[in-house]
């Protein structure tokens, strides 16, 4: 148990729709990375929140957009789904970004894009 | 970030030591290594994490060759509980993301 947790576990959405994915980080941590990860691949950064503001970016277009609050839970929100869009969606929650930091991982929102 | 090379798979028997390998040639003085593995249906893991010095914790062990250009997890005795896809990762400071790549797919033999 990593104190993340992530919800929905699982989620059917037809291509065109909206989603909403939600994170709540371990208690204390400040810092929130969103990551997807198709199968058989390992996990690729989507964005990561600092203290409710965007702190870097991976190579995702603009439909990706997240939010953090100032409990320091996120969302990640995807609009005009595509199929390649299905993956597992992983949460990870640290006490701030520096190379020295761990990440703490929730066990991820499984997507299904139909 | 600068990037990690491992082998796809690798098997271990139960109870024996597990040497997990990661050519990182590229590293930058400052880039960290970082080691977190994923057992099915989960998320990653933390395992280890080192500079120049190798590391020890209760998971593992870290060693750091001295040019730095490779790297080794030792599981001590793998257990059945430690087969999951082992990611060797790279942390610099300009970047604030993992870079997981595919990593190695531990296979533990009972």
């Known amino acids: 148990e990593t104190g993340v947790t992530q919800s929905p576990t699982h989620l059917i959405k037809t291509r065109g729709q909206q989603v909403t994915l939600r994170c709540s980080s371990q208690?204390?941590?400040?810092?929130v990375s969103w990551y997807q990860q198709a199968l058989g691949q390992g996990p690729q950064f989507i964005f990561q929140?600092?203290?409710?503001?965007?702190?870097g970016r991976g190579n995702f277009p603009p439909r990706f957009s997240g939010l953090q609050f100032p409990n320091y839970s996120s969302e990640l929100n995807v609009n005009a789904l595509e199929l390649d869009d299905s993956a597992l969606y992983l949460c990870?929650?640290?006490?701030?970004?520096?190379?020295?930091?761990?990440?703490?991982f929730g066990q991820g929102t499984r997507l299904t894009v139909v | 970030d600068a990037k990690t090379t491992q082998p796809n798979s690798m098997e271990s028997n139960e109870e024996e030591p597990v040497h997990l390998p990661c050519n990182h040639s590229?590293?930058?003085?400052?880039?960290?290594i970082h080691w977190y593995r994923q057992l099915p249906s989960q998320g990653p893991e933390y395992v280890i994490h080192?500079?120049?010095s190798n590391v020890n914790n209760r998971m593992a062990s870290l060693a750091i060759a001295e040019d730095r250009k490779s790297s080794t997890l030792i599981l001590h005795r793998a257990t059945l509980r430690d087969a999951a896809v082992y990611y060797c990762i790279l942390r610099a400071n300009t970047g604030n993301q993992f870079y997981f790549g595919t990593g190695t797919s531990l296979t533990v033999i009972p």
């Open positions: 990870a929650s640290s006490l701030g970004h520096g190379v020295n930091t761990e990440a703490f």
């Open positions: 590229t590293i930058s003085g400052t880039d960290y």
């Open positions: 208690s204390g941590h400040n810092t």
């Open positions: 080192g500079l120049t």
């Open positions: 929140y600092y203290r409710e503001e965007e702190n």
